[in-house]
């Protein structure tokens, strides 16, 4: 540990390293953000000491180093359960103004065989819609821990559980938003963790720039493909009337090598009539195109290419190539 650290308060060796003059301060490395996110689990950390932490890190915005070491030391304190997965796809915005489409991609994904952990909150913004409410209308299995969303998945293919039920102390500092006016590094790293390892992580960003550090992050921590680009709202669904650029990692081994290839790719913009300022957040109208009872142009365009952006990565197709597996999938999904 360096020397310049206080044994009696060693958290505030990390303010000071991030939170000094312009010409002395500098981001951690991945190792010193990994045991300062130890001493935050630990509780070793004041309420003081972490908002200020928190709030010095927003200034300037994590670096991948800090993201990394971060979400190594969340990994490790979350409950270990085997389980293969083969989407992991964080819900932690919530939708204000367009419903969560992205959930009937899911449901597509599922009907084609992959599994799926479904993971998320349900926030205090009455003004959003969250995903948990809706996945328990479309017919989703709940979870209530990880070892019960082991069993749910390998038994029905697809569930959801929320963040409080397999890392509370990550859900505990999300909730400074409330007390704090701003996100936090939390906000991000949720949306990272992956607690089972799956082929495939989706992340949803709101900003620019996030989806790099996400890519980068990914890297770091050989995770094994992740994509990550800035959906509609925050949240891993794709806006059919934006061009949406794709941040892509996938990480294999070679012998005794670990091996990384980083990319990103445009979906192309195939909406033209979306009005962004209209809102629906009707769960009822969501249930009626799925059954086939209600026509909305720019949501079955949406699940369509939210799918197809998940099919690229996990069956290497070219864009066309997943829409048009899209489409089948889309038509043949009220088939017994």
């Known amino acids: 540990m360096n020397q310049e650290m206080n044994e009696t308060k060693p958290f505030q060796f990390y303010i000071q ?7 002395r301060r500098r981001s951690l490395t991945q190792t010193e953000a990994k045991d300062a996110m130890r ?5 070793k950390v004041t309420d003081m000491q972490l908002g200020a932490f928190l709030m010095l890190i927003r200034v300037r915005e994590e670096t991948p180093e800090e993201a990394a070491g971060f979400l190594e030391a969340i ?3 979350m409950p270990k359960v085997e389980c293969a997965v083969d989407i992991d796809w964080g819900s ?4 204000r103004r367009q419903l969560p489409w992205f959930l009937l991609a899911l449901n597509l994904l599922k009907q084609k065989g992959y599994s799926i952990f479904l993971h998320g909150v349900v926030g205090n913004e009455e003004t959003r819609l969250y995903t948990q409410p809706v996945v328990e209308k479309l017919g989703w299995p709940i979870a209530n821990s990880l070892q019960n969303a082991a069993e749910m998945i390998k038994k029905e293919g697809v569930c959801y559980l929320a963040l409080d039920h397999f890392a509370p102390q990550i859900k505990t500092l999300m909730n400074s938003r409330d ?3 701003l996100r936090s590094p939390i906000h991000s790293l949720s949306r990272m963790l992956n607690p089972f390892n799956a082929k495939l992580s989706v992340h949803g960003v709101f900003h620019k720039g996030y989806d790099d550090i996400h890519q980068q992050t990914a890297s770091l921590l050989s995770d094994n493909m992740t994509i990550a680009f800035c959906g509609d709202g925050g949240e891993a669904e ?5 061009k949406t650029e794709i941040k892509a990692l996938e990480t294999w081994q070679e012998g005794e090598i670990t091996k990384h290839q980083a990319w990103s790719y445009y ?5 033209l009539n979306s009005d962004p300022t209209a809102k629906c957040l009707d769960v009822d109208i969501l249930l009626a195109v799925w059954q086939g009872k209600q026509a909305n142009d720019y949501g079955v365009t949406t699940v369509l290419q939210t799918t197809a952006m998940a ?4 069956e290497n197709l070219t864009f066309d190539e997943a829409l048009e597996q899209a489409n089948l999938l889309w038509d043949k999904r009220l088939t017994p």
């Not at 099919?311 to 996990?314: D, E, G, R």
Request: aromatic share 6%; net charge positive.
């Open 75 to 77: 990994r490790e304190s």
């Open 311 to 314: 099919l690229m990565a996990l």
């Open 39 to 43: 001493l935050i689990l630990s509780g």
């Open 267 to 271: 979906l192309p913009k195939t909406f």
């Open 238 to 242: 794709v806006r059919p009337d934006k």
């Open 17 to 23: 390293t991030i939170g000094r003059g312009q010409k």
């Open 179 to 181: 007390e704090l006016g």
């Open 92 to 95: 932690y915005a919530g939708k």
